[in-house]
């Protein structure tokens, strides 16, 4: 399994930009910085390009997806894209039966709660993930140098949606099914983890170089559960593009207690949200992992001089691990404004690397 020579990992664009040099623990000439929902409803250009389209329709129209993932990176001179996708969008190509309804998030059409339900799901081919591929290719097209980071959910935090039908805020269902009914918890597992797997893939090969597995509700399991029930498939997950040699980076929300199990399951780059301080992660990490984060998005809203505070506190305390790629520990909230998101930029740009 290897990447294209014409890939821009390969052919001299991406790999000794900051962000891809920090996540395989070197020191970059200019400290990097990209946000989580970098793109979306903070920017009045994605609203207008958004007009009477509906989220998932704009994820599979590929100009229009190129085009939001590079809004960000114009206005805020972010040294990486994100793709412009949903975790869902695996689901949706494979025929599940799910939208995003505006104000609620993912909601699927039947609930996956029972085995008959889990080997009912319809089988995510590679001919599906044309359009993701097609929108990756534009937009790396015009990205250049800077690099492009894939996405997809973890299994656990996609079966939360599967098996409840929509968010939720504990995540019962799944929790529930793990002990009640391993057998049919592994093989919904195991689905999500191939989809997403492929879904990572596409757009690896197609020309992202790096990708991220949100498992952003993980933070909802205790350590063994998160260990026995849920590491092994994202593991299955990550087999689908380890070896590409593009930088993996695994990120959850309140999983502070489970940063090593998280990183064991194979990844680079641990990113971390806002609620530990990076030198803490670090040294739980043991030093040697690169680290994502975490710019706590609520002060986004503080006076500047308490947000730039905090900025310079972050880049201080990320100085000890091996790499640090500046974040958000979780996403732009959509009220942020973005001309603070671009001071902010320009802030961590000023800092001597
Ligand atoms: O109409 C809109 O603008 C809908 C808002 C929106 C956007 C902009 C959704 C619905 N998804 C997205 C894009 C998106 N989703 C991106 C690419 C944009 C970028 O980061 O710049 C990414 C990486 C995601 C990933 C995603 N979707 C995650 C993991 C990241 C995270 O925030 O923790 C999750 C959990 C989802 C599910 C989802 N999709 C959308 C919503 C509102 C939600 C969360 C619902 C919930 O459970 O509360």
Redesign the pocket.
């Known amino acids: 399994m290897t990447l294209n020579a014409s890939h821009p990992l390969l052919d001299g664009r991406t790999a000794d930009s900051p962000l891809i040099t920090a996540y395989r623990g070197g020191k970059p000439e200019r400290r990097p910085v990209w946000?989580?929902?970098?793109?979306?409803?903070s920017l009045p250009e994605?609203r207008e390009a958004?007009k009477g389209i509906a989220?998932l329709d704009a994820c599979l129209t590929p100009d229009l997806a190129a085009e939001i993932t590079l809004q960000?990176v114009r206005r805020h001179d972010v040294d990486a894209g994100?793709?412009?996708?949903?975790?869902?969008i695996p689901l949706k190509l494979a025929g599940v039966d799910v939208d995003?309804v505006?104000g609620v998030?993912?909601v699927l059409g039947a609930p996956v709660r029972t085995a008959a339900d889990v080997a009912r799901l319809p089988k995510l081919t590679e001919e599906a993930l044309e359009p993701v591929r097609e929108a990756v290719k534009l937009t790396v097209a015009e990205l250049g140098k800077k690099p492009l980071i894939g996405?997809a959910?973890a299994p656990f935090?996609l079966a939360a949606?599967m098996v409840e039908g929509r968010?939720s805020r504990d995540h019962l269902g799944p929790r529930t099914m793990m002990h009640a009914d391993p057998q049919t918890w592994n093989a919904l597992a195991a689905w999500a983890a191939d989809a997403s797997g492929m879904f990572m893939r596409a757009q690896l090969e197609a020309g992202a170089s790096a990708a991220q597995l949100?498992d952003?509700?993980a933070g909802s399991l205790g350590l063994a559960d998160y260990r026995r029930h849920v590491a092994p498939a994202s593991a299955r997950a990550l087999d689908h593009v380890r070896g590409l040699g593009a930088p993996l980076v695994h990120f959850g929300?309140g999983t502070s207690e489970l940063l090593v199990a998280m990183r064991d399951v194979g990844v680079d780059v641990i990113g971390v949200d806002y609620r530990l301080p990076l030198d803490e992660a670090n040294r739980r990490l043991g030093g040697t992992t690169p680290l994502q984060g975490n710019i706590d998005p609520a002060l986004l809203a503080a006076p500047w001089e308490v947000l730039e505070a905090h900025v310079r506190e972050v880049i201080a305390a990320g100085a000890a691990a091996p790499g640090h790629v500046l974040n958000l520990g979780?996403?732009v909230p959509p009220e942020a404004d973005p001309d603070v998101l671009t001071r902010v930029v320009k802030l961590i740009h000023s800092v001597e690397p």
């Open positions: 946000f989580m929902r970098q793109a979306g409803r994605y958004r989220m960000p994100i793709f412009f996708s949903d975790i869902v995003i505006p998030g993912p996405f959910g935090t949606y968010p949100f952003s509700w929300t979780h996403g």
